[in-house]
């Protein structure tokens, strides 16, 4: 919870920024460096000359970083994740602090976000990343928090209360605000289930290694990527490179899956409308999981000759 007592920096923008406490530093692991490197001082600051290192680990020590001005994309991305590229464990943080703007956001508000809170002042462009507004604990801001943390601690759900017509029950987060949001319930690790009611956008269920999700529309590219256990389903459409590097688990798209499907992929199973898969990706028997699967989601009967297994 943020408090006005709380240990934090501040920086004065004079123009939005992207990749501000983005623990990945803009997936430093692909660009080497090419598009940001930690080191580089966060341009357009007023006053402080804070480089993007500088943020992120001021937040991993649990102090707040406040914002005075409008900020770019992907702020938080990866927020509260002891990243295992710089030799963590892939899991949360146990303490981290929070990114509080004074303005606007732009696209993409913490991807892949794992812990700690987001607040905004002004308004938040779509599509989200893994977060979803809850009741705020500092006036005039919009709060959003992961929606991994959220099922990984349910108790907390009280405090941080979901807003309508969003609600967190019996275990089950439904998120029925038909907001477009990507890499929903990233790295989920728990037994637990959210339903989407409406679209998603990038990497639904990217790094999952436990849990169900059930998206009730479409969802862009790369769903289930990375997948590493859990249960991917979309009820409608699924864009390019389905399944994409997965390791563990099932996805399953009810509609159309467009090209790619399973490129890179070494374990786990895909089940959806025939198709051609990535080499060595290869479709097998059905099996006896597969029809229950199916028909949990109303596929029956000669319906299910449409359909197959996917799997190296």
């Known amino acids: 919870m943020y408090s006005a007592w709380c240990i934090f920096m501040e920086l004065k923008l004079a123009s939005p920024q992207d990749c501000i406490g983005d623990f990945t530093y803009n997936f430093i692991w692909q660009q080497r460096g090419t598009k940001l490197k930690p080191t580089d001082t966060i341009p357009s600051q007023l006053g402080t000359s804070y480089s993007y290192e500088a943020v992120v680990e001021a937040l991993k020590r649990g102090e707040d970083v406040h914002i005075k001005g409008d900020v770019g994309t992907r702020l938080g991305s990866s927020l509260g994740v002891d990243l295992i590229f710089f030799g963590g464990t892939g ?5 981290v602090g929070s990114l509080i703007v004074d303005g606007n956001a732009g696209a993409h508000l913490g991807m892949s976000m794992l812990a700690g809170a987001l607040y905004v002042k002004g308004e938040v462009a779509e599509p989200l990343g893994n977060v979803v507004q809850v009741r705020s604990d500092l006036e005039g801001y919009k709060k959003f928090v992961s929606i991994t943390w959220l099922v990984h601690h349910p108790e907390e759900h009280q405090e941080h209360k979901l807003l ?9 987060l439904m998120l029925a605000d038909r907001i477009v949001r990507d890499t929903v319930a990233a790295r989920c690790r728990k037994e637990a289930t959210v339903q989407v009611k409406g679209d998603v956008g990038l990497s639904v269920g990217i790094l999952m290694r436990r849990g169900l999700i059930v998206v009730e529309g479409n969802a862009g590219m790369n769903a289930a990527a990375l997948l590493n256990g859990g249960t991917v389903v979309v009820l409608g459409n699924a ?5 994409v590097e997965m390791k563990k688990g099932i996805a399953f ?3 159309n899956a467009r ?15 025939r198709t051609k898969p990535i080499p060595p990706v290869k479709e097998t028997k059905l099996e006896k999981e597969d029809f229950a699967l199916l028909g949990r989601f109303g596929l029956s009967g000669l319906l299910i000759l449409n359909y197959g297994r996917y799997e190296v």
């Open 91 to 95: 899991k949360e943080l146990p303490e």
């Open 164 to 172: 309508k017509p969003n609600e967190f029950k019996d275990g089950e």
């Open 259 to 273: 090209g790619y499907v399973g490129a890179q992929m070494t374990g786990g199973r895909i089940i959806c409308r």
């Open 239 to 243: 864009a390019e490179f389905l399944g």
């Open 253 to 255: 798209v009810k509609g």
